[in-house]
């Protein structure tokens, strides 16, 4: 008797191993928005030595550089590793900051920042009904951590708000809108950075990589958002690495904008991820 044999065709084939790995790559990413879910947006305060209990089986170099952070920092804030990280960061960073030194300075030299970030979107040609409500509820944020008057909320209300996903959500928005608005605007400046991350143009780097929610940031939009709103950024990296002398020391980036405000938010890298462990004191 004859055997036959019947074969899948090449292109059949290809397009059942794009949907295997695409189906499983849908798989993770829902496993670990899953277990993203379980962490708050932003977390409560945490002694840095809570990092050496986490890590007290891992690298000897990392708990070595954890005991170097607890002698500056006292306390850190976790948060969600959902791709907003910095931008969530950046925005409790900020707020409490303003409602703990009450600096109405800052708040006015802010503002008008915030208004030429408009601008810039407007020259852009974006409309002003894609990105108004953002800016919106950015300045209602600002004036709220004010203290007196019938609006003014607590630290604990800043904390509750900073966990609700309707206005976290509008707030990294803006920041996303403001950083895209800022890179487009010195594209120049940005396009070779841009082209050592990928090969897309500002412009599509931009519609794909700053303002879509869930897309993590680095250097770049690190950069832009400092330089747009004028605050200065210290990113402490967390990491394996050792120094050449052989010693341990922290890696720290300065992110400093030639109109810089007085203040400097400090935020931390863990080691191959987001900016998760983002707010330290």
Not at 61 to 67: E, F, V
Not at 78 to 107: A, P, W
Not at 153 to 176: A, G, K, P
Not at 205 to 211: D, I, P, Y
């Amino acid at each position: 008797m004859e055997s036959t044999t019947t074969s899948v065709p090449k292109s059949d084939a290809d397009n059942w191993e794009n949907f295997r790995d695409e189906d499983t790559m849908q798989q993770q990413s829902a496993i670990l928005a899953e277990e993203a879910e379980k962490i708050p947006f932003i977390g409560d305060k945490e002694p840095i030595s809570a990092l050496a209990v986490e890590y007290q089986s891992g690298s000897p170099i990392l708990m070595q550089k954890i005991k170097v952070l607890d002698e500056q920092y006292s306390s850190i804030r976790r948060t969600r590793g959902d791709g907003n990280c910095f931008f969530r960061s950046f925005m409790f960073s900020y707020l409490e900051h303003i409602l703990e030194t009450q600096d109405k300075v800052e708040v006015d030299r802010i503002t008008v920042n915030v208004e030429e970030c408009k601008k810039t979107l407007q020259n852009l040609g974006y409309a002003d009904f894609i990105f108004e409500d953002f800016f919106a509820l950015f300045l209602e944020q600002l004036e709220s951590v004010i203290q007196g008057k019938d609006t003014s909320i607590s630290h604990n209300e800043l904390v509750t708000r900073s966990r609700d996903q309707s206005i976290s959500d509008y707030v990294v928005m803006f920041f996303r809108f403001v950083t895209s608005g800022e890179i487009q605007k010195r594209s120049e400046f940005f396009e070779p950075f841009i082209l050592g991350l990928t090969n897309s143009t500002v412009d599509q780097f931009c519609k794909s990589s700053v303002e879509p929610m869930g897309e993590e940031s680095d250097h770049v939009h690190i950069t832009a958002l400092s330089d747009a709103l004028g605050v200065p950024i210290r990113v402490v990296y967390l990491d394996r690495s050792s120094c050449d002398t052989g010693g341990i020391s922290v890696t720290m980036i300065f992110y400093t904008p030639s109109n810089a405000c007085r203040l400097a938010l400090t935020l931390a890298r863990e080691d191959g991820s987001d900016l998760t462990r983002p707010y330290m004191d």
